[in-house]
DNA sequence: TTTTAGCGATAAATCGTTTTAGTTTCCAGT
DNA sequence: ACTGGAAACTAAAACGATTTATCGCTAAAA
């Protein structure tokens, strides 16, 4: 089964595999009317398939790309997959999503295999650990394009949202409405965008004539971060407003107000800084910095799919403005 | 740039390229202490990274499977897609997601291109209209599972819930608290999920000898999902209660229900057949019918696997409960 | 001393394409 | 009739691994 190969066409049609190859490659001009009408019969009736695998490997190019995700939980990574799938089907490219989940070994094991597996082209949505590695393939002329997180010092395209000003003038947004004990909930601070983040909302308490206090900066995983929390609403000063640095943060904070009881709106505002699905469906007053996801993939993969071509990237760095709903 | 290669690595080492190859194989039985440290410090002193292309042209396996997804906007989809990349990211196989959106070109192409690639198997969430192939591709005995939809009379291994019966249970659930006029919103009757639960709410209402009034099945694409059911709201018999038979249906209902300002819970009682995301979030009181997605993801990839294995399967219909809640 | 056995290593065929460098055919133009 | 050259087609060498059959060698068995 599945055994008919070009070999078997080309004496099908009494012709070489040469020929077949350059009808499969529609490169009619190569051949007479009469011989193409052959070929064209042969592979009907034996139900050749071509091996693309051979292909790949005289071409050395496979038609498929890797993205490789930090974590695949957030929605945002997966609207930005989703848009580079997009992209790339237009151009029969295939998609492989891995998820990296915030680990660098598991990172770097991706980027070998993926790499080992000869595809086209990376996109990668970068841990802070594997500088070296990602250097070597700039180096090198891999192509290669950064997501969401900045990697410093080093010539590549990236494609990242505007951090550190959307927290500043979401935070400044709270100030206004007189807000002055706002927290900011955060995983650990390292990686870019939450440092950034955080710039931002200390850049909106600065300007406004506000102390920063410490306090509340509550930074933690994911699991100890209800607890914090805890601390933080039973001191002296509750805050009237949570700024909730990611997905995953907002989900806790949710949980955390819904023991509580705190209601929204009334007792606390909450702003978080990512897209959630089907968030226009909750009732509860709730404020999003959402990223432009759809238009973030769709660059990223462009600025892959050019590099691939060999063409040459004028402009390489992206920052994609988000925006306060 | 990158083009080390095995025999690069021979030439180095002092070696053929058949112990070279034997070492990454790890067949280390065939080689002495000596020979082998030579490789390795070869390989380490070249950068060579093995060509996964060229060894899958021999091997005839490429340690990549497919997955071609009905619709990847469903929640449910995503899920079962992710148990299945966790399964085979066990045995370093990777995964391609192809979305067919719910077209039956567009899912026989991408079939087409997949098996092009030497995928080693697939899993289709299958439509309704490319039964020749599937049938082709079993009786080849390729490795192939479905899920989520039947594909009536082919022996082959699939994976679904038991979309009859769960919805039986909950509009049984609806009528016992009281309700008599309840809707049944659903898309074109065009797959198996469909019409088997629009099966269990006809069953159910029988059961409880209750008439089925057809207004109350209202079935339309998503598009004019919100008008038609304006149509029955404007009518003499307002329904207490609807049930959305998934999650785009869910979507409408819910920007219906918001539009008309209907309470949820007071008014209207909603029940959804699907897995949502975030929500237990929603303070609205809505039931929902859950999959055990993850489960049937990893059913669903732990069939493919044992065929691509070779073991030849003893159960290979497997109809998983879906849960009220 | 000869045979046997097994270890360590290798040459060469193979996988199914693409592509280069020809070769043959055929016909128009001189 | 001969030539030049396009048109039509082909043989064979890649591509970079795996695998089979085999070989030389040494040490143990006969």
Known sequence: MEKVTMADVAKEAGVSKSTVSQFLNKRYEYMGEKTRRKIEAAI?????????????????????????????????????SRA?????????????????????????????????????????????HNHELYESMVKEGYPVVFVDRKVESLDACSV??????????????????????????????????????????????????????????????????KWKLGQLFSSAKKPTAIFAANERVFLAVMEFIKEREIKLGKEMELIVFDNIPFVHLLEAPISYIIHPAYEMGKKAAELLYEQIQGEDIAEKKFIFPSRLV
């Open 44 to 80: 009907e009736k034996l139900g050749y398939q071509p091996n693309y695998i051979a292909r790949s490997l005289k071409q050395k190019r496979t038609s498929m790309v890797g993205i490789i995700v930090a974590n695949i939980v957030h929605h945002f990574s997966t609207e930005v």
């Open 160 to 225: 990242i949202t505007d951090n550190t000003e959307s927290t500043y003038r979401a935070i400044m947004n709270l100030i206004e409405k007189g807000h002055r004990n706002i927290a900011f909930a955060v995983q650990p601070l390292t990686v870019s965008p939450r440092i950034d983040r955080l710039k931002g909302y200390k850049k909106a308490l600065k300007d406004a004539g506000l102390e920063i206090n410490p306090d509340y900066i509550v930074e933690a995983d994911i699991p100890e971060l």
């Open 84 to 128: 580079i799938e997009d992209f790339f089907h237009m151009y029969d490219v295939h998609v492989i999503v891995c998820n990296a989940d915030d680990d660098p070994k598991k990172e770097k094991r991706y980027i070998e295999m993926l790499r080992a597996k000869q595809v086209d082209g990376l996109i990668i949505f970068p841990s802070e």
